[in-house]
C-alpha cells in the first residue's frame, strides 16, 4: 500500500469481507445491490454515510427522458432563493451499483453552503441496463435537468457536474460532449474518478501497490469491468482519457486518493486536460481510501476534502458572468 488504511475503514472491512467478485454472477450483482441498499438504510449504515446538513431539502423527483423515467434526488438550501447554480452529480457504484443517496453528506452541505440546487441522477445500472446506457441517461439528463432548472430555483447559466468514482465517468464525459452542444458548463468536479475503461486499467502502478485496498479492490475492479461492459464494447468510447479532443472542456477539479487502485489515472488525465489548455486543480488525498467522499465518519480526509470542493464551486458558480468560456 502506498499509505495506511485509516482504522475505522479497516476494522469496517473486517467486519463486512468483500463478496467474490471474482465469481459473482450478474443475478448475484442484483441481489448484492439490493443488500447493500438496506445497509445503507440500517444504523450502520447511517453512522458511515454521515448526516446531512440541515441547511438543505432533499426530495426526489421524476425525470421524463426519451424511452424511460430516471429519479432525481434535488438538494435545496432551506433558506429558499432563485437563480442559484445548479450542480448536476452522478454517484459512484461502478455503473452496477450505487444511490444517490450514498452522497447525501456531501450534496446537501453543497447545496446549503454554496448555495446551489444540486440534482444527483439515479441514472440505469448493469446487468439489467449495460454500457452505453448509463452514459446516455447521463448525457440526456443534463440538458434536460438544465431546461427544467427554474423548476427548482436554479440558474440554467449556472452549471457545474460533479461525479464521483464511475459518477466521475459520467461527469468528465458529459463535460465533454458539452462543448458541442453549448451547455454552460462552468466546472467538472471529479473525486477518485474512474477516467479509463480499458484493459489497461489493471497495469496503472496504483492497481498493484495498493492491491490490498478494502475499497476498489483489484477483484472489484475486474468484476465491474465484466458486468457493465458488453464483450465487444470498445471500451475507449466511454473513456475519458482516450477522447480525441479535450479543447474547451469546462476547467476540473480532480480529487484522487492515495490508497486507491484506481488513483493513476487522476493524474493522467490532468495532463491530457491541461494539454489542450484546460485549467486543473489536482489534489491528491494521500490517507484517502475509494469512496471516501460517502464514508466521512470512517475517513477523516473527506472534510477537507469536501470543504476543497465547496470552496472550488463557490469561486466558480457566484458570478453571474462566466469568464471560463
Known sequence: ?????????????????????????????????????????????AFVLGKPDPGARITTHSLELAGRTLDVRIYQPTSGGTGLPLIVAFHGGGLIGGVPAQDDWLLSHLAARTPAVVASVDYRLAPEHPVPEPVRDAYDAVPRLVEQATRWGADPERLALLGASAGATLAALTAIRAVDRGLPVRSQVLINPQLDWTDAVFRYPSFTENADAPTASPANCRAVQRIALPSSFDARTISPLYADDLTGVAPALILSAGLDTIEDQSPAYADRLRRAGVEVTLTRYAAATHAFLSMPRLVPAARPAREEILAHLRNRLLERASTSH
Open 1 to 45: 500500500m502506498r499509505g495506511r488504511i485509516p482504522l475505522r475503514m479497516r476494522i469496517l472491512a473486517a467486519l463486512k469481507p468483500e463478496p467474490d467478485w471474482d465469481t459473482i454472477t450478474p443475478a448475484e450483482v442484483v441481489e448484492l445491490r439490493a443488500a447493500q441498499a438496506r445497509t445503507l438504510g440500517s444504523t450502520l449504515g
